[in-house]
């Protein structure tokens, strides 16, 4: 009698021991299961803000000036305040601010008046409450026009300032 209980004291009890186990390994797998969702959403979390990043890069404007003139017009701040709340959201962005001109006058001259709009642009931005050392700025002058033409058209094409991410 006392082996038949000892017995089924045992068989209790490696009963009670596989039940556990199962339990154990039942609550294992599904916080594996939850762990593997958290990192899933995570994952697809960070590619959405990736996308939502890489939008926001694309949609920053290119500001226009008239001939010989590195003044802002009133129909640009609205498309640097914009550009500029992008910059200002995405605090690890480095800018680069492009100034562009036409082909109208000299080298020296173009780079300069390029370079003018550039930092018209970087003061609008560093007043919008922009670090000033996010902002790099570079004058191209004459030598990278978007349009090649000759005539009044390609000319407005090319007096521009371009906004770019790095």
């Not at 762990?35 to 990043?53: D, G, I, T």
């Amino acid at each position: 009698m006392q082996r038949e209980q000892a017995i089924a004291d045992s068989l209790a009890k490696v009963k009670a021991d596989s039940l556990a186990k199962v339990k154990a390994d039942s609550i294992a797998q599904a916080e594996a299961e939850q762990e593997q969702q958290r990192l899933e959403q995570q994952r697809l979390e960070m590619q959405r803000q990736q996308e939502q990043e890489r939008q926001a890069k694309a949609s920053m404007s290119t500001v226009y000036f008239d001939f010989d003139k590195s003044e802002l017009k009133a129909a640009t701040r609205d498309s640097l305040q914009k550009n500029a709340e992008l910059i200002r959201k995405y605090d690890q962005w480095q800018v680069v601010i492009e100034g562009h001109c036409d082909e109208r006058g000299s080298t020296e001259y173009n780079l300069a008046l390029g370079e003018r709009r550039a930092n018209a642009v970087k003061e609008y931005y560093v007043n919008y409450g922009i670090n000033a050392d996010r902002l790099e700025i570079i004058s191209y002058g004459e030598e990278r026009p978007v349009d090649p033409g000759h005539n009044e058209a390609a000319w407005a094409k090319n007096r521009r300032a371009v906004t770019l991410i790095k």
